[in-house]
């Protein structure tokens, strides 16, 4: 009977640690896609670089905060293609190419949402 609690607490602790990174994920996700979406993006797209280029270091800074705690829940390879899709990115606004830039940070935010909904706690992805 002990070993049975013992088991149900660590299970429900591992549940617990999910649900709790899972509401932070889905936070910190949703600010970053918006902030490429409706911030940076119509900033490249008007061409404003010297505004673009301060919101992809606010971007890179927010992505650093972020895969620090999401390194011990998600997959590091994933994590590595959207930190090298951000500093490609961040490369496309700093030579201020237009087309780059805006088709790069969609595949950012595009990447970052498909990692969250890959990793979140449904019946389709633990099944």
Known sequence: MRDLIASLAI????????????SYSSANIDKM????????????????????KEKMKALDASWDKYKKKALFFLNNEEISEIDYAIAKSYKYV???DVSNSSGELSSVAEQM???????????????
């Not at 299970?11 to 709790?20: A, K, R």
């Not at 949402?113 to 099944?127: A, C, D």
């Open 33 to 52: 896609t918006d902030m490429i979406y409706k911030d940076i993006i119509p900033l490249v797209e008007s061409e404003n670089w010297e505004e673009s």
């Open 94 to 96: 700093k030579a201020e």
């Open 113 to 127: 949402f498909f990692l969250y909904q890959r990793e979140k706690i449904t019946p389709e992805n633990i099944f």
């Open 11 to 22: 299970v429900l602790l591992l549940i617990g640690g999910w649900l709790i990174f899972d």
